[in-house]
């Protein structure tokens, strides 16, 4: 699969992991992909828990299906039904959590390019994370980012220390299918906006001129 093409057919899938197991090959591939990301003075600040246990994965999803209730009791009105009818995550029916952690410690105390950039280091896992979602999206699996969690919960559920930060329950596995319209879109609870709602010119709104033909 081209680049360009993995890019436009990535997206957050929830319904449709069909449960059956990442081939183990397949699984290192798209972890070696994450683990090449470029990372702040090379520091590679990231760990990746492999989470199958069917009890640790009933245990998150319980807590995550919490989360979603405390979310849902803030809504009102059309909001509230159009958030009733989005799935949130995929965590029993993938089969497998990649837990993503960020170690600030990585790299000793003084990772080059860090210094005026504490987040320098974050930044870099979040690269690492787009890595598998984009190998994942080639190698025809699906990725859900599930961010309905505590930090502590889901830190104490993979042990994870005290100095490590959790960024990120992603669920992965084999589907049906892939969306070819984002939930969030299909369901109306927003629209991706076009290019140049976001694009400025020297100083932030000035306006960037359309490129000739």
């Given at each position: 699969m081209e680049l360009y093409d993995a890019m436009q057919r990535r997206r957050d899938t929830r319904a449709e992991f069909t449960g059956a197991?990442?081939?183990?090959?397949?699984l290192r591939?798209?972890?070696?992909?994450?683990?090449?990301?470029?990372?702040?003075?090379?520091s590679q600040p990231w760990d990746f828990v492999l989470v199958r246990d069917a009890q640790a994965l009933a245990a998150f999803a319980?807590?995550?299906?919490?989360?979603?209730?405390?979310?849902?009791?803030s809504l009102d009105g059309e909001r509230a039904e159009t958030f009733?009818?989005?799935?949130?995550?995929?965590?029993?029916?993938?089969g497998l959590g990649v837990v993503v952690g960020y170690d600030p410690?990585?790299?000793?105390p003084n990772v080059l390019g860090r210094h005026a950039i504490a987040?320098?280091?974050?930044?870099?896992?979040?690269?690492a994370i787009q890595n598998l979602w984009l190998a994942a999206t080639a190698?025809?699996?699906?990725?859900?980012?599930?961010?309905?969690?505590?930090?502590?919960?889901?830190?104490?559920?993979?042990?994870m220390p005290e100095h490590v930060r959790p960024v990120a329950w992603l669920c992965l596995g084999e589907v049906a299918n892939v969306p070819t319209v984002p939930d969030l879109e299909r369901f109306?609870?927003?629209?991706?906006?076009?290019?140049?709602?976001?694009?400025?010119?020297?100083?932030?709104?000035?306006q960037v001129e359309p490129v000739q033909s």
């Amino acid at each position: 699969m081209e680049l360009y093409d993995a890019m436009q057919r990535r997206r957050d899938t929830r319904a449709e992991f069909t449960g059956a197991a990442v081939d183990d090959e397949v699984l290192r591939r798209v972890l070696a992909a994450a683990h090449s990301a470029p990372s702040v003075g090379m520091s590679q600040p990231w760990d990746f828990v492999l989470v199958r246990d069917a009890q640790a994965l009933a245990a998150f999803a319980g807590h995550v299906a919490s989360e979603r209730d405390e979310f849902a009791s803030s809504l009102d009105g059309e909001r509230a039904e159009t958030f009733s009818r989005i799935k949130i995550e995929g965590i029993r029916e993938s089969g497998l959590g990649v837990v993503v952690g960020y170690d600030p410690t990585r790299g000793g105390p003084n990772v080059l390019g860090r210094h005026a950039i504490a987040d320098a280091g974050l930044y870099s896992v979040c690269l690492a994370i787009q890595n598998l979602w984009l190998a994942a999206t080639a190698e025809g699996l699906g990725v859900g980012w599930v961010s309905f969690y505590r930090e502590e919960f889901l830190r104490e559920l993979v042990s994870m220390p005290e100095h490590v930060r959790p960024v990120a329950w992603l669920c992965l596995g084999e589907v049906a299918n892939v969306p070819t319209v984002p939930d969030l879109e299909r369901f109306g609870w927003r629209h991706r906006s076009p290019l140049e709602s976001v694009l400025h010119a020297e100083r932030w709104g000035e306006q960037v001129e359309p490129v000739q033909s």
